[in-house]
């Protein structure tokens, strides 16, 4: 970034005439230690629902094709872009209106209509309604994100933000966890059962359950949210006419990211590339083991989860605490530096394991790799709210969110089946899917994290006023 566009970037005015709140936010008390861990456990089960609801399919994927007769490349679109075309249309609109109103609110209605599709997902009778339903679970989720990386920024201090987006990640974990043992544990249950003949409906058969049994829990669950957590008052310079919020604009929302293009690339591209590489293998994960050695959904899915949920938390937390320890002792770019040196880990491990002929050592160096992984997930998130202003901070936050879970959500398991369809052309060779997209996308990701690490510091030091330390 050069002088004269960092000057931009500071000099930047995020305050109206006639602002209620003045041009700054008064200093304020954050909410209690009490109220605030109890909001990002309620923030943390709505991930994991999201995650659960949109993972399940993953473990579905040979019952599926089987009964609709679907292709690896049609699985794919199902896996990523039918899920991903809704997300990214709705994605910025809800995060314009995230950035104004109660955000609490936005999430609850949010997760209640994602979870209605997912029952949807359950009760499609072909190819394509399921392919609408998985839209219609990406147009619910496209805002839970944004809406609530902010929050979670107005409400722990700002030493405190990568451990909080870390430690909500855990239901990310919990959720990719859940859905493989669920999923296995509902297959196993009902795999003697007959098909179900349900008036007005159609023909359920035995994997559909598994979406009714995950998608209903979450319409409660949104009543959770609107009734048991609050709203927290927003920290920083925010846009008011009247005393009332108004959105920033979208062209000075992409004028300020310019401004610092290397720190965003660094802090959205590098994070969604890693991201490209990582949900190819995530997603195609059950069904190497069903190719490779034979094994039962059942089985592969229920060990899958356990791990998923034994170490990914552990690599979650500590991913957050080793950022505060790091920004205590005043790291410049702290939260980069944990994302940067994670990468050079796991990109070779990814490259190897899915390689492995013993499904045991396969598992380990998978499990590794979580881990290694999970430490940088947190302060990945919590880098790109740190340099942001409040009133774009949603915005930004689904730009991010675009790129992480739209582009890598529909590309990367989409990758790996290309490969597997076009370039090796045999099912079998889908262990070598896995790791040339991992070769291929992994030093990219590396390299487009190295070029922002000096950037990404000072732009953190630059946004140190929008934070009443």
Known sequence: MTDAASQTATDTDFSGEGSGEGSRAQPHALPSTRSAYWSLF?????????????????????????????????????????????????????????????????????????SAMTIACGLAQGYWQLFLARMGIGAGESGYGPATWSMLTDIFPREKVAFATGTL?????????????????????????????????????????????????????????VTMIKEPRRRGKSVAIQGKLKSVPVKDVALYMWNDWRTYLAVIGGHSMKYLFALGTTQWMPTLFVREFDWSLTKIGLLQG????????????????????????????????????????TVPLSIVFP???????????????????????????????????????????????????VIAFALGPLIVALF????????????????LAAAVLGPLAILIVWQGLSTYARSYERTAAEFDE
């Open 42 to 114: 309620v923030l943390g089960v709505v991930v994991m629902f999201t995650v659960l609801d949109r993972q399940i399919l993953s473990l579905l994927i040979e019952p599926i094709k089987a009964d609709y007769g679907i292709s690896d490349t049609q699985a794919a679109l199902l896996l990523g872009a039918a899920f991903s075309l809704t997300y990214a249309i709705a994605g910025l609109p809800i995060a314009r209106y995230a950035d104004v109103a109660n955000r609490r609110n936005l999430i609850g209605g949010c997760i209640a209509f994602w």
């Open 169 to 225: 990640a855990i239901g990310a974990q919990a959720g990719t966890g859940l859905a493989l043992i669920i999923g296995g544990s509902v297959l196993a249950f009902v795999a003697h059962f007959p098909p179900l003949d349900i008036p007005f409906v159609g023909v359920l058969r035995p994997w559909q359950w598994a979406f009714i049994i995950v998608g209903f829990p979450g319409l409660l669950w949104a009543i959770v949210v």
């Open 306 to 345: 356990f791990l998923i949920m034994g170490v990914g938390p552990i690599g979650l937390v500590l991913g957050g605490k080793l950022s505060e320890y790091m920004t205590r002792r005043g790291v410049p770019g702290a939260n980069m530096q944990i994302v940067f040196y994670a990468l050079l880990v």
């Open 355 to 405: 390689l492995m002929g013993n499904p045991y050592v396969l598992l380990a160096l998978y499990s590794l790799n979580v881990f290694v992984s999970s430490l940088g997930v947190g302060p990945a998130t919590a880098a790109a709210q740190l340099i942001t202003p409040n009133p774009m901070r949603a915005q930004i936050g689904a730009v991010k969110q675009f790129s992480s879970n």
């Open 420 to 435: 597997t369809d076009y370039l090796f052309s045999d099912p079998g060779d889908l262990k070598y899917s896995m790791s």
